[in-house]
């Protein structure tokens, strides 16, 4: 028992320090050389928006993709709102050209995965990015979450999950986490039935955050995608 | 009783009346459709304002005939009870002015009858105007602008809105929704008719109906807690436009609506109610009062 209680922490800190251990630029490069895999992307995928203002029923949508950072999300049928920003919900946004400068920030957890955080800080000044900071699994390379402050837009949260397509670091299940502005209809144009309904002081709370959660089905990959799509 | 009936609509088709009505809604209805078919984005931006700061949103999907119908009705449906009033307001007081009511009176038809068949004769046209405002409203505009989502834009409390329904689950609501307004109308059909039984020319009844539903309406839209508690429940202004909430979608605790339900079905039954409640009492107060009345013209 006594030995136990002595190897498990030392395990852990040997682990630990075996991560650290490693590059975090070359870590950040392997990260980008997996992304670098895929040239363009097609996906069908079902999209649930979680924004307290907004009651919209899960959308089938289709994403295109294309190298370097081209993206565009498609609602397959009806009324579709997506999030702007969601060109990060490709990974590759937040790793997108070299301009910046890579901070090693330690370790954290994404789950139950151990991971290495980056901070990444664009060189150019004018860039609308602040600041992103990357979540790298150093077992697999893959990017599971990642944060990015802008100047204008706030910040935008990314979790990504990974199984059938990992190994073109392309997730199976994303969500996008990101800032709402207040939503305030114009006086005295809707004319509404008061059925006596109230709103609770917790969803007045959690007005200001948003979600997206996009699902993936399948990915055709590499196999070309027509710049119309992105028009 | 039918060819009773059937008389008194043949004298309503047979007013000029009667088709101001029609052609007020076709010119209401044709004005928004061309306005909107020309710059309804401008329109959509003023409804979505912020919303599009942080979203991508298809606006042509958005403006289609689903929703071009719904803001038509929005607009519509505070206007119409002043040309239901143009009929029924004149059902008793016109033949009081032709010199007819006696004459009428002789024939072995009781008052009562009299007042009934007036009355049903005024709910088959109310129910005319509103067929012509569905195929104007949402047919035509089906036809204009296509089918797709339809977003409603909602003030709830203090809390701003933006519900969508999927096409799919629309058509439904439509039909359920015009089948309210033909309730709520025919209480302004009733109201109409009981003013009408006092005079002696049918501009006194149609304006006093007017005056009403004006006076009601404004002061069912008077914020203040003490009108919202005992003032508004009262008013039948208050319940004209529970036909919006068939389009106020149930929704899941994710924020997810939920398809074929409603938000709040016991408060538009509730609104019915009272609705029925206010016909059966002004019809009651007609015939009451039109049976106990000395017919002098």
């Not at chain 1, 950072?69 to 997506?82: Q, Y």
């Not at chain 2, 309730?183 to 109201?191: E, G, H, K, Q, S």
Request: with cysteine; aromatic share 10%.
């Amino acid at each position: 028992m006594l030995r136990k209680s002595i190897l498990l922490p030392l395990l852990l800190v040997t682990v630990t320090g075996m991560l650290q251990a490693q590059d975090i630029n070359q870590l950040v490069a392997n990260a980008k050389a997996k992304l670098g895999k895929v040239n363009d992307y097609e996906a069908k995928g079902r999209m649930k928006t979680n924004v307290t203002f907004l009651k919209v029923p899960v959308a089938n949508v289709k994403v295109y993709f294309k190298a370097p950072s081209r993206m565009k999300i498609k609602s397959e049928k009806g009324v579709s709102f997506v999030p702007k920003g969601a060109v990060s919900i490709n990974a590759g946004g937040a790793l997108g050209g070299n301009g910046y400068t890579i901070i090693d920030a330690g370790t954290d957890k994404v789950g139950n995965t151990l991971v290495r955080v980056a901070k990444l800080l664009p060189l150019d000044e004018n860039s609308e990015v602040v600041l992103s900071t990357v979540y790298i699994d150093p077992i697999t390379s893959l990017i599971l979450k990642s944060r990015t402050t802008t100047k204008e837009n706030g910040t935008f949260e990314l979790e990504m999950t990974f199984s059938r397509y990992a190994e073109f670091a392309l997730p199976d299940k994303v969500i996008f986490s990101f800032n709402t502005k207040d939503y305030k209809l114009p006086k005295g144009v809707t004319f509404d039935f008061d059925d006596g309904s109230t709103v609770t002081q917790a969803n007045k709370e959690k007005q200001k955050k948003g979600r997206a959660e996009i699902t993936f089905s399948n990915y055709i990959i590499n196999k070309g995608v027509s710049d119309e799509v992105f028009r | 009783m039918f060819n009773l009936l059937q008389i008194e609509l043949y004298k309503i088709s047979k007013r000029p009346r009667t088709y101001i009505a029609f052609a007020a809604i076709t010119a209401i209805v044709v004005i928004f459709q061309l306005a909107f078919k020309a710059d309804g984005k401008s329109y959509m931006d003023l409804m979505l304002q912020s919303v599009q700061d942080s979203f991508d949103i298809d606006k042509s999907k958005a403006i289609n005939g689903y929703f071009m119908c719904y803001i038509i009705l929005n607009t519509l449906l505070i206007q119409v009870p002043i040309l239901v009033a143009l009929i029924a307001g004149d059902a008793i007081s016109g033949e009081a002015n032709m010199g007819t009511l006696r004459l009428l009176l002789t024939k072995p038809v009781s008052r009562t009858k009299l007042i009934l068949v007036k009355f049903a004769a005024s709910v088959i046209y109310t129910i005319m105007l509103l067929v012509w405002m569905a195929v104007m409203a949402l047919f035509l505009s089906l036809l204009i602008f296509g089918a797709d989502d339809m977003l409603i834009f909602r003030v709830k409390g203090d809390e701003s809105l933006i519900l969508q329904i999927t096409s799919d689950d629309i058509m439904w609501r439509y039909f359920a929704a015009f089948g309210y307004a033909a309730v709520a109308l025919t209480v302004i059909a009733a109201l109409a008719m009981l003013l009408s039984v006092f005079a002696e020319n049918s501009i006194g009844p149609i304006i006093a109906t007017v005056c009403i539903v004006i006076v009601c309406t404004v002061v069912s839209n008077i914020n203040v807690p003490i009108i919202d508690k005992h003032v508004k429940p009262w008013l039948f202004t208050s319940y004209l436009v529970g036909w919006k909430g068939f389009f106020y979608i149930g929704t899941t605790a994710d924020g997810e609506p939920i398809k074929g339900s409603l938000e709040n079905w016991p408060a538009i039954r509730n609104s019915l109610y009272i609705l029925a409640a206010h016909i059966l009492v002004l019809l009651g107060s007609t015939v009451v009062i039109f049976r106990r009345k000395d017919i002098l013209s």
